[in-house]
C-alpha cells in the first residue's frame, strides 16, 4: 500500500499569524519555524495507537529527533514569558506546549528497546492490534505488559512534564512489582514558569447574575439561598465545566450568579451521575468509585485532560462518573 502522504519533507507545528495577543513577534517567528522532520510527526499522534512500520520508519528518524529537540529548545528560549489564554476554562498556557508536547509523543511513539526495535510495532504485534483500524486480529500475548517496551513506554511518560502524573506513575510501579522487576524513574523537573496554570482572574468576566436563555434546551434551575457553583453542580448532576459552559458563566466559578430567583440552564445532554473530586483523587480513584474504567472516566470529562493530568485543578468540582446524557 502507497501513502502519499509520507514524503520527507520539512514541516510546520504553527502558523500563528502576527499580532496575536500574548506572543511576541520573536516567539512567533521561532513557532512557525520549519522543522525537519516527515509529515507523519503532524498526524501520527495518538500515542495510544498502534502504526504500521512505515508510519514508524518515517517518523522516527534521528533527522527528526535532532531537529525537533533543537526546535523546543529555541521555543522555550524565544517564548519565556509568552503565553496564550484558554478564556473558556480558565487556563493560561506556555507558548512552546504544543511544541513540548509534540516532543513527548515523538519520544513515546520513537521509544526502542535494547535491541533498537521501535516498542509502538514490538507491543501492537504482542497485543494482536490490527494498525489499520486499531482492532485486535487475535488474543493478546499474556506476556505483553511486562515486556521491556510496555514498561519503557509508560516510564517514557512517567518523566514527560505534561504527560506524568499520579495515575501513571502509580499504574508502572504496580505493573513493575507484578512483572517482579524494578523500573528506576527520574521525575520530570518543574516548569518555571508553568506549562499550564490556572488564571488568577479572568480575561473576560461576567457581571453578575445571567438569567438562562430563553431558549435554554433543558430545565430551568431557580437559584436559592445559600446555593454555590458546586452545591448546585452536585444537586443537578452535572459536571461543574459543562453548568459552566451551558450558561456562559466563567471558569472556575468567578462570578456565579448567587442572587436567588437567577437560573440557570441545566441541559439534558450534560446530565451524569456526579462525583466530587477530592484532593488525593487520580482518575483511577475515580473510576474505582464509580465502577468504571480510567479511559471512560477521561472520556466522559475532557477537562481533566487525556492523560488525567488536570485532576489536581479540579478539586472540590464535580465531575461525571457516568455517560453524560446517557446511561
Known amino acids: 500500500m502507497v501513502f502519499a502522504h509520507r514524503v520527507v519533507a520539512d514541516i510546520r507545528l504553527a502558523n500563528i499569524p502576527p499580532g496575536t495577543p500574548g506572543l511576541n513577534d520573536t516567539c512567533i517567528g521561532v513557532l512557525n519555524q520549519d522543522i525537519n522532520c516527515n509529515e507523519s510527526l503532524t498526524w501520527a499522534t ?5 502504526y504500521d512500520s512505515d508510519t ?3 517518523l522516527c528518524t534521528p533527522t527528526c529527533r535532532a531537529a525537533l529537540g533543537v526546535y523546543l529548545d529555541e521555543v522555550k528560549s524565544a517564548c519565556e514569558t509568552s503565553r496564550y489564554t484558554d478564556d473558556k476554562n480558565g487556563l493560561s498556557y506556555h507558548a512552546g506546549y504544543d511544541a513540548e508536547l509534540a516532543w513527548e509523543r515523538f519520544n513515546v511513539l520513537c521509544a526502542t528497546n535494547a535491541a533498537g ?3 509502538n510495532l514490538v507491543i501492537g504485534k504482542l497485543a494482536g492490534i490490527n494498525p489499520e483500524n486499531q482492532q485486535r486480529t487475535g488474543s493478546s500475548d499474556p506476556s505483553v505488559m511486562c515486556n521491556e517496551c510496555a514498561l519503557s513506554v509508560i516510564k517514557t511518560q512517567v518523566e514527560a512534564p505534561l504527560a506524568s502524573n499520579a495515575d501513571l506513575a502509580n499504574g508502572l510501579s504496580m505493573i513493575a512489582s507484578s512483572c517482579k522487576t524494578t523500573v528506576n524513574v527520574t521525575p520530570p523537573p518543574s516548569a518555571s514558569p508553568a506549562w499550564v496554570s490556572v488564571m488568577d482572574t479572568p480575561v473576560t468576566a461576567s457581571t453578575g447574575a445571567q438569567a438562562a436563555s430563553p431558549s435554554c434546551a433543558g ?3 431557580t437559584i436559592k439561598a445559600g446555593d454555590t457553583c458546586q452545591s448546585v453542580a452536585e444537586q443537578q448532576s452535572i459536571d461543574t465545566v459543562q453548568l459552566l459552559a451551558a450558561n456562559n458563566l466563567v471558569a472556575n466559578c468567578f462570578n456565579f ?3 436567588a430567583g437567577s437560573t440557570l440552564c441545566i441541559p439534558p445532554a ?3 451521575k456526579p462525583y466530587v473530586v477530592k484532593a488525593d483523587d487520580t482518575c483511577t480513584t475515580i473510576a474505582n468509585s464509580a465502577k468504571a474504567t480510567w479511559a471512560q472516566i477521561v472520556s466522559w470529562n ?3 485532560g487525556r492523560s488525567c493530568q488536570n485532576v489536581a ?3 472540590g468540582f464535580v465531575v461525571c462518573a457516568s455517560n453524560p446524557g446517557g446511561s
Do not use: F, G, H
Not at 495518538?46 to 498502534?50: H, P, S
Open 219 to 221: 430545565i430551568k434551575y
Open 46 to 50: 495518538e500515542i495510544n495507537y498502534y
Open 270 to 272: 450534560a446530565v451524569c
Open 56 to 58: 514508524m520508519n518515517s
Open 117 to 119: 526495535e521501535n516498542c
Open 302 to 304: 475532557p477537562e481533566l
Open 257 to 259: 450568579p448567587t442572587a
Open 313 to 315: 485543578r479540579y478539586v
